[in-house]
């Protein structure tokens, strides 16, 4: 049993990564049969030692396959003789046989095969780059085979290399095909690259575009930090600066009842679930409770112009004003913008006047005063 009709042990050798067939002989030869007399009734079958990776061996007695690693491979083969009354006849009583093979398999070319297998996702308006990778070092030409790459980005031909700014968010789907320069391999990639637009923070009132907001010592305060762009969920954090006292920061919301007054700054970080990082740097003024802090009104002189401003303490502008209780002096008005009191007394007296004022935030405060206004003094004779 051999290669050949002549029975080496030694086979044709292979090469890693390409087909390989070889037909077993059996001997004596025969003139009706090349593959040996004794063929009609033989099967083949690998028995032991080290068979090719990548071949197989049929009944028949042919080993074919592709061989998938380079190597020295010694095994035996076992021919057995079909026992059946239509063999007997013509093979009699023989015996199965081993014989040891030799076969070869030369390192073969390099397969090509082009990566990566994922993409991370981009930004609108930030550099952007995938490095594409390959299994062999040989020089190679890129390109794209199929679909588009985002807009603003490129791949270099001779590296590989996919960057630049994208211009627009949304998904891109393409293909990218490797060909080696020195020979036919070949490889194609289907990627796709997702573009998400920007992070970013905007903040709901009292914010102002300036990013500054006003709050007053024990009023409620809420406004919502929200983020736009990116993808996933949001996580919210301080990275400098402090909140007013009796705030605090959950899931964008600053919200609580300030205790302090005072200017406080700080930034406000957010970032999504694919590491965007966007920053809201403002600020919050927290102003006294509102509360007038006028004593006493100067007195008056009967038909002499008087004028008196009434006086507060905190509270956030802008303030509106009014009497709530009493009656003023005749001929005194009363500025229900400016707290002012204002005109020329006619009557002499004592009147008792409460006033209310009430800032932007809705707080009041009042005060009950005393208007005095004393007689015109008699003309001397």
């Known amino acids: 049993m051999g290669c050949t009709g002549e029975g080496p042990t030694t086979c044709p050798t292979g090469t890693e990564g390409q087909p390989y067939s070889l037909t077993i002989y059996l001997s004596p030869p025969d003139p009706n049969d090349p593959r040996g007399e004794d063929f009609g009734c033989a099967t083949f079958h690998a028995t032991s030692g080290s068979f090719p990776p990548g071949l197989s061996i049929s009944d028949e007695g042919y080993i074919t396959g592709t061989p998938t690693q380079a190597g020295t491979y010694r095994f035996y083969l076992t021919v057995r003789l079909d026992k059946t009354e239509a063999c007997a006849s013509s093979c009699g009583a023989k015996c199965s046989s081993d014989d040891e093979f030799i076969i070869a398999i030369n390192p073969g070319v390099p397969k090509l095969t082009i990566g990566p297998e994922s ?9 952007y780059s995938l490095q594409m990778t390959a299994t062999v070092a040989d020089p ?6 199929s679909g588009t790459l985002p807009p603003g980005l490129a791949l270099d031909a001779s590296t590989g290399l996919i960057s630049g700014t994208p211009a627009a968010a949304g998904e891109f789907a393409f293909q990218v095909l490797a060909r080696v320069n020195s020979d ?3 490889d194609t990639k289907a990627l796709s690259i997702v573009v998400r637009d920007p992070l970013g923070v905007l903040g709901s009132e009292p914010f102002n575009t300036a990013r500054r907001a006003q709050g007053e010592v024990s009023v409620p305060f809420e406004a919502m930090l929200s983020a736009t762009g990116g993808n996933g969920t949001y996580t919210w954090s301080f990275t400098s600066g402090t909140l007013p006292p009796g705030l605090t920061l959950a899931d964008g919301a600053i919200a609580g009842s300030p205790t302090t007054a005072g200017l406080y700054r700080f930034t406000a970080t957010v970032t999504d679930a694919e590491g965007r990082v966007a920053n809201y740097p403002a600020r919050i003024l927290i102003a006294r409770k509102l509360a007038i802090s006028t004593r006493r009104l100067r007195p008056a002189k009967q038909l002499f112009y ?3 401003k009434i006086a507060t303490l905190g509270g956030v502008l802008p303030r509106t004003w009014r009497i709530v209780r009493g009656p003023l002096p005749r001929g005194i008005r009363f500025d229900r913008s400016f707290g002012l009191l204002y005109g020329i007394p006619t009557r002499a007296g004592r009147w008792r006047v409460t006033i209310e004022a009430t800032d932007s935030l809705g707080v009041k405060a009042k005060k009950t005063l005393a208007i005095v206004v004393r007689k015109k003094p008699a003309a001397r004779k």
Do not use: L, V
């Open 140 to 145: 190679k030409t890129w390109s794209i085979n």
């Open 306 to 308: 008087y004028q008196a």
């Open 184 to 186: 036919a391999r070949s």
């Open 119 to 127: 993409t991370s996702p981009g930004t609108m308006g930030a550099p």
